[in-house]
């Protein structure tokens, strides 16, 4: 059963990258509604509490140490608040799939974070990361409108969730893991963006029946769905194979541009695509070898 644990650390990670894939379409419905990016990463947050809240009572509650609390607000900070408000706003100035391939910076500067920290960093694991960037960049659209400040705010955007993933990766209090963590990473959040939305005076809700439950099935895929299966993903396989794998994330928002948007499928894109699919696989049978070798080793 061991041995198959980290197969469940890939597949949750690809899985919350097609839903992380999907969140553009959802964005630009509630932009349409008057929602401002600062609003939606409140409502994005605000919605999910009360689910949360249930699930976390069939998980033993909703108690936290101190300990865990701080450190799951850092971390929420990172992931949930500062990120999402970079990204959301880049949908302004870019088009939504090129403001998510600029995003995906993000895995090379895990690796190069890995660096900074000591850890060890497979050769191959620094390959798919620089196979990865040549089939993001390959994605960009060179006809397309490109905004210097879409850019650097999709670009932040990436730095900022590079920092949340290696914080993730050395979170200490596992034992708070799953819905607890999310539910306060989720209400910190929350909390944050209320304030900080009034200050500015983004809080904008949407005016229709149609705009609430957009932003609730926003919320709820989101935070319950593809959160949470990117932090258990984590924890199963590291920080550096969850940002590589985690490029399924632009394929899947380029091709629901195409199936959804009208947006055109071409040679470029099938090319960056396939060398993006290349590397997650490449990572994903990597990682097997060495969870066989430690077996091997172990025995």
Known sequence: MERRTPWLGYLCVILSAVIFGCMPLGANFLYA?????????????????PVLALLCQKQ?????????????????????????????SSYRYLASGMATVFH????VIVVLG???????????????????SLGILLLIDP??????????????????????????????HREVMGFRMTFYMALISAVCMFFLCLFSHQLCLPQTL??????????????????????KGTFLIGAQRAAILSTFEPITSIFV??????ETLTPRILLGSAIT???????????????????????
């Not at 995906?104 to 895995?107: D, I, L, Q, V």
């Not at 890995?114 to 196979?131: G, I, T």
């Not at 905004?147 to 979170?171: E, Q, R």
């Not at 699919?277 to 025995?299: M, N, Q, R, W, Y």
């Open 60 to 88: 033993g509650g909703l108690r936290i140490s101190r300990g865990a609390l701080l450190e799951t607000s850092l971390t929420g900070f990172f992931g949930c608040c500062i990120t999402p408000i970079l990204l959301f």
């Open 210 to 231: 149609a705009g609430w439950l957009a932003a609730l099935a926003f919320s709820l895929m989101i935070c319950i769905g593809a959160v949470m299966l990117f932090q």
């Open 104 to 107: 995906f910076a993000y895995p």
């Open 143 to 172: 006809s397309g409108a490109v905004d210097p400040l879409g850019v650097a705010l999709a670009l932040t955007s990436g730095v900022t969730y590079a920092v949340y993933i290696l914080l993730l990766a050395h979170f200490r």
């Open 277 to 299: 699919l290349v590397a997650g696989v490449f990572i994903t049978l990597g990682g097997k070898k060495d969870e066989d070798k430690e077996e091997a080793a172990k025995d």
């Open 257 to 262: 541009g195409i199936l959804f948007l009208n």
């Open 114 to 132: 890995s660096l900074v920290l000591r850890e060890r960093v497979q050769k191959k694991a620094l390959f798919c990361a620089v196979l990865c």
């Open 33 to 49: 509604q008057g929602v401002t990016p600062m609003s939606l990463v409140f409502l994005r947050n605000l919605l999910s509490l």
